[in-house]
């Protein structure tokens, strides 16, 4: 059975740092696309960094590049997002995705944790 939990979320100050993870059992990292997505009040869900190891690929949104940094211990089936300079405008919900578009595809999601970030 497939399951992500997200962890590390909460209440931070502007300019301060926040590391959450993503656990991922049921999944291969090597052969997945591990995606971090936020989703901010009133605003729609956005890709945040796509991970896709069979392609050596990480990809950040111009919003987040050179803040945020994607790390992997497939040790222990975690994906971890280390978030610095938080802005205001990073709070949101946080959503850790396992997607796969080729051989058995699948598209799996985590629960999110909160992150809020204080001015």
């Known amino acids: 059975q497939v399951q992500l939990v997200e962890s590390g979320g909460g209440l931070v100050q502007a300019g301060g740092s926040l590391r959450i993870s993503c656990v991922a059992n049921?999944?291969?990292?090597?052969?997945?696309?591990m995606r971090w997505y936020r989703q901010g009040p009133g605003k729609e869900r956005e890709m945040v960094v796509e991970?896709?190891?069979?392609?050596?690929?990480?990809d950040y949104s111009q919003s987040v590049k050179g803040r945020f940094t994607l790390s992997v211990d497939e040790s222990k089936n975690t994906v971890y997002l280390q978030m610095n300079s938080l802005q205001a405008q990073d709070t949101g919900v946080y959503f850790c995705?396992?997607?796969?578009?080729?051989?058995?595809?699948?598209?799996?999601w985590g629960q999110g944790t909160q992150v809020t970030v204080s001015s």
């Open positions: 991970f896709v190891p069979i392609r050596n690929y990480v």
């Open positions: 049921g999944i291969s990292f090597s052969t997945s696309s």
């Open positions: 995705n396992a997607y796969r578009n080729w051989g058995t595809p699948y598209d799996y």
